[in-house]
């Protein structure tokens, strides 16, 4: 049975951005309390106060702030889920993984977006810096305030820290040439200009550091899901790594193996419907099988006669899925050949289902009830052998780690394991990690960031056909409407 009291009861709360708060939280049975236009300085006044405010940059992972009728539940569209204005379309549908069968995603796939054609998927830049308004009216109130224990000051302060973390060093890797806002407060004749990227990654990197050293390294059941130490050097050792600090890389990865995660047994397990019991999985967003709640990766992918429901929008590309070894148990998620509802054999013929999350039984519709990982063990062992190998060249710890996971892939089979001799020079090892990533984490959101840290993100475009792909399509276009809000912000080059 799935754990439904999972992260405050999966409740939703959104702080507005004329300073005030309003949060819904949901109890057991998901009825909900609604407190509405409550200004911050008489918010804030006890533990729970504190706890509610931060429940709402876990909100702002899932949804892009749409609101269902009159349930007061945002759907879960946006944030780091899978739908039309989620981190997911920015970072896979440009890479060399995925296919997308929907014409409004052309832009993406032919690399012809513009400021003004996002559409839907325009929602990103604005959904971002809402989850930062967020953490730093969080940050803010909470500071010195002798309202609350200092436990939960410690703890609500870390998770402010982490989101907004995470939420700047999303924006950089899409957009690059991003405002750094610190403080809730706007003033309307001095808006917020954008910062040099070093200044954002430094920010982004002060705010990790310090969110590991407030954070406690697990909860109880009825917290899961919470950003804990482990995430925090987690989310510290991807955003090394893409910014080339490989020696601080190498220190969080180890700092995160060294919390007590081990790898899953079975490379599917990780996905399962059940997966909150998972030790390889560090961070989550956690889901439900209900409308706005639920994880819809396996709906956007599936076809309607697989799975009920199913869109069968986003594929993975055929030429992708060949670049797998046949016996390679992770190739066993992504389905070109199926049987239909109506008991007949399929093929599907432009690319293969992406079937890596567990098909729920008791899914609603489209929404099942398997947790979205964020963060796991098996992409640390990846991120440290890379930082080695740029630190130190080819190294027997390097793969060492490899094989941990080419071992899990291949059912200990001796044949498959890598050797220090295969490797004679440092590109060589880079390229081959390369590929391991691809295999290991497809459709996690780490491919765009890979792609553009080997330097291969263009090149891979126009190797596949896809001639308009030029140098500054390595960041995204601001869309034109965020442009319109703030005369300061300045389109970046190419757009």
Not at 52 to 64: E, G, N, P, S
Not at 293 to 310: K, Q
Not at 454 to 463: C, L, P, R
């Amino acid at each position: 049975m799935k754990i439904i009291h999972k992260l405050t009861n999966l409740c939703f709360a959104f702080c507005l951005l004329a300073m005030a708060v309003l949060s819904v939280r949901c109890s057991d049975a998901l009825e909900e309390d609604v407190f509405v236009d409550v200004a911050s300085n008489n918010f804030f006044k006890n533990d729970k106060d504190a706890v509610t405010a931060v429940d709402a940059i876990y909100a702002k992972m899932r949804a892009d702030g749409s609101v269902t009728g009159g349930s007061g539940q945002q759907e879960g569209w946006g944030g780091f889920g899978y739908g039309e204005a989620t981190i997911f379309n920015y970072q896979q549908v440009q890479t060399d993984e995925m296919v997308v069968r929907w014409s409004g995603f052309g832009v993406f796939t032919n690399f012809t977006l513009t400021p003004s054609s996002y559409g839907n998927v325009g929602f990103v830049f604005g959904d971002l810096f809402e989850g930062i308004f967020i953490a730093n009216n969080v940050l803010t109130n909470i500071e010195d305030n002798d309202n609350l224990s200092e436990e939960i000051q410690d703890r609500v302060k870390g998770e402010a820290l982490f989101g907004r973390a995470l939420f700047y060093s999303t924006a950089l890797s899409i957009f690059g040439n991003i405002p750094k806002i610190t403080q809730p407060e706007s003033d309307p004749l001095n808006l917020p200009k954008q910062a040099p990227p070093s200044e954002i990654a430094q920010l982004v990197i002060e705010d990790l550091t310090e969110a590991a050293s407030l954070l406690p390294e697990s909860y109880s059941a009825s917290d899961y899901g919470r950003f804990t130490k482990g995430a925090a050097f987690a989310q510290l050792a991807r955003f090394q790594l893409n910014q080339k600090n490989w020696s601080a890389a190498i220190d969080a990865a180890r700092t995160v193996m060294a919390l007590g995660y081990t790898l899953s047994s079975e490379y599917s397990d990780i996905f399962s419907v059940n997966n909150e019991s998972n030790l390889e999985i560090i961070l989550t967003i956690p889901c439900i099988a209900q409308p706005g709640i639920g994880n819809t990766m396996v709906a956007h992918s599936g076809e309607p006669d697989f799975y009920a429901g199913g869109w069968g929008g986003h594929l993975a590309r055929n030429e992708f899925y060949d670049t797998f070894d046949p016996e390679d148990q992770r190739k066993a998620l992504l389905i070109k050949e199926y049987q239909s509802a109506t008991g007949s054999m399929k093929t599907v013929s432009d690319g293969a289902m992406i079937i890596k999350y567990e098909v729920d039984p008791d899914r609603i519709g489209p929404w099942a009830g398997n947790d979205i990982v964020l963060h796991r063990l098996g992409e640390i062992y990846l991120t440290l052998a890379e930082a080695l190998n740029e630190e130190n060249g080819p190294n027997q710890e390097s793969i060492d780690l490899i094989n941990e996971l080419r071992g899990r892939a291949f059912n200990n089979n001796p044949s498959k394991r890598i050797k220090l001799a295969d490797f004679t020079t440092k590109e060589s090892l880079r390229d081959y990690i390369l590929a391991e990533r691809s295999w290991e984490l497809y459709a996690e959101n780490y491919r765009r960031d890979d792609l553009l840290r080997h330097g291969k993100y263009i090149q891979q475009a126009v190797d596949r056909g896809i001639s308009n792909a030029q140098s500054f399509h390595i960041l995204y276009p601001i869309p034109q409407d965020e442009m319109d809000r703030n005369s300061e912000l300045n389109q970046n080059d190419g757009y």
